[in-house]
T-cell receptor, first 115, second 117 residues
Framework: NAGVMQNPRHLVRRRGQEARLRCSPM?????VYWYRQLPEEGLKFMVY????????ESGMPKERFSAEFPKEGPSILRIQQVVRGDSAAYFC?????????????FGPGTRLTVL | AQSVTQLDSQVPVFEEAPVELRCNYS??????LFWYVQYPNQGLQLLLK??????LVKGINGFEAEFNKSQTSFHLRKPSVHISDTAEYFC???????????????FGQGTILTVHP
């Protein structure tokens, strides 16, 4: 019974390149959350998606960041023209219903380093 | 807006000693509270959660937490820690502020628990 999967686990990019982070939710889960963990800080909410819909992207920077969760395939967090400040761990979580009291299961994270 | 404060960034303790990790939150509506543990280079694992009912919640690995509404606290405790409990612990809250009906979590800054032999 596979958990939430994220790949790659580690990603190195040079300034100005694009980063694509993938998240496959647990089987049967159609709700995905992305969080970012900057060094020495807690996790911060970025975006909440259901299949083919962005529900809440209030935590996502207005520029360069985008997210999708297509009907088929994993959820993708895309960062264009990366800068050093984007270096962080990005965690994906999934839940079965998305309800406020529903447990979120976290993936192992993608650690992005921008040189 | 809701916020979560973990009062201690680091807590060192000796093996078999008791430990308490403190968490306070602010929210104007009903809340759901969670504690997660993060081992190095891994994702977060749920330790326990408070949704409703009894204010004393028991979780995995011998941890428990008590919800105190009047003090807006949700402190995590363990009566006797092991070396393997060394990790970072996060308190999180989910509430219905602003009409939100889904599980958007707000996390504290984390507490690093280090258990010494």
């Amino acid at each position: 019974n596979a958990g939430v999967m994220q790949n790659p686990r580690h990603l190195v990019r040079r300034r100005g390149q694009e980063a694509r982070l993938r998240c496959s939710p647990m089987k049967g889960h159609s709700h995905v959350y992305w969080y970012r963990q900057l060094p020495e800080e807690g996790l911060k909410f970025m975006v909440y998606l259901q299949k083919e819909n962005i529900i809440d992207e209030s935590g996502m920077p207005k520029e360069r960041f985008s997210a999708e969760f297509p009907k088929e395939g994993p959820s993708i967090l895309r960062i264009q023209q990366v800068v050093r400040g984007d270096s962080a761990a990005y965690f994906c979580a999934s839940s079965q219903s998305g309800r406020i009291n529903n447990e979120q299961f976290f993936g192992p994270g993608t650690r992005l380093t921008v040189l | 807006a809701q916020s979560v404060t973990q009062l201690d960034s680091q807590v060192p303790v000796f093996e078999e000693a008791p430990v308490e990790l403190r968490c306070n939150y602010s929210s104007s509506v009903s809340v759901y509270l969670f504690w997660y543990v993060q081992y190095p280079n891994q994702g977060l694992q749920l330790l326990l959660k408070y949704l409703s009912g009894s204010t004393l919640v028991k979780g995995i690995n011998g941890f428990e937490a008590e919800f105190n509404k009047s003090q807006t606290s949700f402190h995590l405790r363990k009566p006797s820690v092991h070396i393997s409990d060394t990790a970072e612990y996060f308190c999180a809250v989910s509430d219905g502020a602003g009409g939100t009906s889904y599980g958007k979590l707000t996390f504290g800054q984390g507490t690093i628990l280090t258990v010494h032999p």
